[in-house]
């Protein structure tokens, strides 16, 4: 079995999501200890954001030379989180929505034909099966029954793109109200590192 850990907060050790998800993963290492553990940390080794050339190389258009090892990040990018049955996320809140890091990555997994077609029914996901648990920061409180509800595009987002292509059932762990103060912050970490100590195995 094989999981993919991505990082992508840019606060490295003093990171929240980081220390989450990094509990998250050492909880299902000892549950499973033959997980085959991939990680990429989207801060240390990002990938470029899209560009027009990236987007005419994908309808087949040659490709400048200098775009080769791009692709090629693309392609791996790709190949890592086709080939995962769990993927473990540490995102945190940036200016209501997730780190353009992030981003970039959705953007190369987010592909037609390899984890999502189009049909006469319309959309259809093609990477259904997989796991997915996101361990999330976010430095205020933004739950369904906050009034700041309708500025949280971190949970929501990553729910919709992950549904988009077939996987149901993601699992979050939320670190809420981390900039709130430092008690706030102590025992919003508590509890998210409680909730990945808890989670049932691989």
Same mark, same amino acid.
């Given at each position: 079995?094989?999981l993919l850990? &991505?990082?992508? /907060? ?6 929240? /999501? ?14 499973t200890?033959? !997980? =085959?553990?991939?990680y ?9 954001? &899209? ?15 200098? !775009? ?25 809140? $940036? ?8 981003k970039?990555?959705? =953007?190369r ?8 077609? $189009? ?10 099966g997989k ?10 409180? $933004?739950?369904?029954?906050?009034? $700041? ?18 996987i ?14 430092p008690?706030?912050?102590?025992? /919003?970490?508590a ?9 049932r195995?691989a």
């Amino acid at each position: 079995m094989k999981l993919l850990h &991505l990082d992508s /907060s840019v606060l490295g050790p003093h990171s929240v /999501s980081r220390q989450v998800s990094a509990a998250i993963v050492d909880r299902l290492r000892q549950a499973t200890p033959s !997980l =085959d553990i991939t990680y990429r940390d989207l801060t240390q080794t990002p990938l470029a954001h &899209l560009s027009g050339s990236h987007l005419a190389a994908a309808q087949g258009a040659p490709a400048p030379a200098e !775009l080769g090892p791009d692709l090629a990040a693309s392609a791996a990018a790709l190949d890592e989180f086709l080939a995962a049955d769990i993927v473990v996320i540490g995102a945190p809140m $940036y200016n209501f929505t997730i780190p353009s890091q992030l981003k970039a990555w959705i =953007d190369r997994i987010l592909v037609v034909g390899k984890t999502f077609k $189009y049909g006469a029914a319309g959309p259809e996901g093609l990477a259904g099966g997989k796991r997915v648990i996101v361990a999330i920061s976010r430095g205020g409180y $933004y739950g369904a029954e906050t009034p $700041y509800a309708a500025g949280e595009h971190l949970e929501t987002y990553l729910r919709w793109v992950f549904g988009f292509m077939g996987i149901t059932g993601v699992e979050f762990i939320p670190a809420d109200g981390v900039q709130v103060g430092p008690d706030h912050r102590e025992k /919003s970490l508590a509890g998210a590192l409680q909730a990945a100590t808890s989670l049932r195995a691989a």
